[in-house]
């Protein structure tokens, strides 16, 4: 039986008449493939990379498993439409918060047609992308049962200045985070899903350190999905924080030269995450523009 | 008494009539102030930085030493014009081979006017900045007594391929370099120059360390001069490799944001001098389009 996503934060969704994405309840996705080159380069890329040999388990693990394309009935009504088949990243989390976060401060190749150019151009000048090597693509915060969800409008979280983003990134890993969004996020899960040995920022750094040396693929326009379910953490369980890299249809050949494009935007998000905490009660602007968004 | 600097290879250029740097026996270094906010930015950036508590003796060594401003006779017979007063980077030196590297794809600014932007953008896409993350902008490569120096024109370096770039940077610490053009570089002095605790490319991961935590500064437009003396190299004596910053006109306040730009690029130039020291025979390519230039 297929459905609905419950925990899209980004891209085209699916409902009311609309394409986008399905899972089943087996743990696979269902995402349409898109009609121009951009459905027919992410099927390209899905499977280069995963016969990839040079490809090492420990970065492997940071995309999401392939299982080829099916032809299955669109969720627009427009009949049997081919779809890659993905591993559903949601499955077994019940709660998830989750911020979508689209990397690199040029979502586009060189080459790119002129008008793609011109069109990313203009979104990157006018959202965070070219001050801070990414932006943010959409978010949810879970609070509580009572709560549910904070989930700002995704164009709301796009342009924010460095300052309201770190504040974003703190109310993430904050028990305070969905009822009283005037207060400041005490940060109570910084430690515990950002920080630790397996934790978010030990996953950045160690997708950094491949990122550092790969030259086989330019990552243009991705993101990188930071998840972690907040109820656990609630109860002193481990979280299960954990970062997934999405969204290939941009990617191109390396030709023996790094990512410098992905890799100074992670760099960056690390810098932010590194300073929560570091300093996770440190804070320049009180009133955040976001907060009428609830 | 003020000349013009011998060993420059990339900026505006002093002689027949035209306005540019000096240097004097005491090895300072004039630069005409430009006229326009270039100018005035570059002397803003000094004084801050040269003042700024916060920068460590570490990386401090990387910027030329500034003396302040001076009221000298311009080169172009102008008069008395204001100069920056800057270290002579090439004192001490009698042979040097020097490369000047322009830093980041992107070298406008996003407060930058939109014609400037316009022109950089153009002039980014059009050479290696963009798929780099850097171009040359200038080199000089010293051969021996009888062939002297190897020193294309600026434009035909600043646009090559990745592998291109390779091959200069293999010569460039090579011993075949300026009289045989055609042959592939030896890189006979890439462990003494690149390599080591003290050589170019420890300095390089020094300055990296130093971009992925400062949030002070955005290096837009500045290039990474690299400079040894070949001579000593071919006497078997330390080269002096040694790597500095230069060029601030566009540098602008970081606001808590790395220099996800300047740090992309850097980390691109770093795997490509990492690959020079790892496999330094390896080529694919055995013509270059600028041996023609000698």
Excluded at 52 to 69: Q, Y
Aim: charged share 20%.
């Amino acid at each position: 039986m297929l459905k609905i996503p419950p925990h899209q934060v980004a891209g085209h969704k699916a409902g009311n008449g609309k394409l986008g994405p399905l899972v089943d309840e087996s743990g696979r996705f269902y995402k349409p493939l898109q009609g121009d080159e951009r459905g027919s380069n992410e099927l390209k890329f899905y499977t280069s990379f995963s016969s990839d040999s040079r490809i090492p388990e420990h970065i492997s693990k940071f995309f999401p498993t392939f299982f080829g394309t099916q032809l299955i009935e669109a969720s627009d009504g427009s009949g049997l439409k081919p779809h890659l088949v993905l591993e559903d990243l949601s499955v077994g989390r019940d709660n998830p918060s989750i911020v979508d976060i689209k990397m690199g401060s040029r979502t586009w190749a060189p080459e790119a047609s002129e008008e793609y150019i011109q069109k990313c151009l203009k979104k990157d000048r006018e959202t965070s992308s070219l001050p801070l090597g990414f932006r943010l693509s959409g978010i949810q915060i879970y609070g509580n049962k009572e709560s549910g969800y904070w989930k700002p409008e995704r164009t709301s979280v796009q342009n924010l200045p460095a300052e309201e983003v770190k504040l974003i990134l703190k109310r993430f890993v904050s028990s305070n985070t969905s009822t009283d969004m005037d207060m400041q996020p005490d940060c109570a899960f910084a430690a515990t899903v950002y920080g630790g040995s397996t934790g978010i920022l030990s996953q950045l750094l160690e997708m950094k350190a491949w990122f550092e040396d790969q030259t086989m693929y330019h990552f243009y326009s991705c993101s990188i999905l930071i998840m972690f379910e907040k109820g656990l953490a609630l109860e002193g369980q481990n979280p299960g924080g954990q970062i997934k890299l999405i969204d290939f249809a941009h990617v191109i050949e390396g030709r023996g030269v790094i990512d410098h494009n992905f890799l100074g935007g992670l760099c960056s998000l690390i810098k932010f995450i590194s300073e929560i905490l570091t300093a996770p009660s440190e804070h320049k602007s009180l009133v955040s523009s976001v907060n009428g968004v609830n």
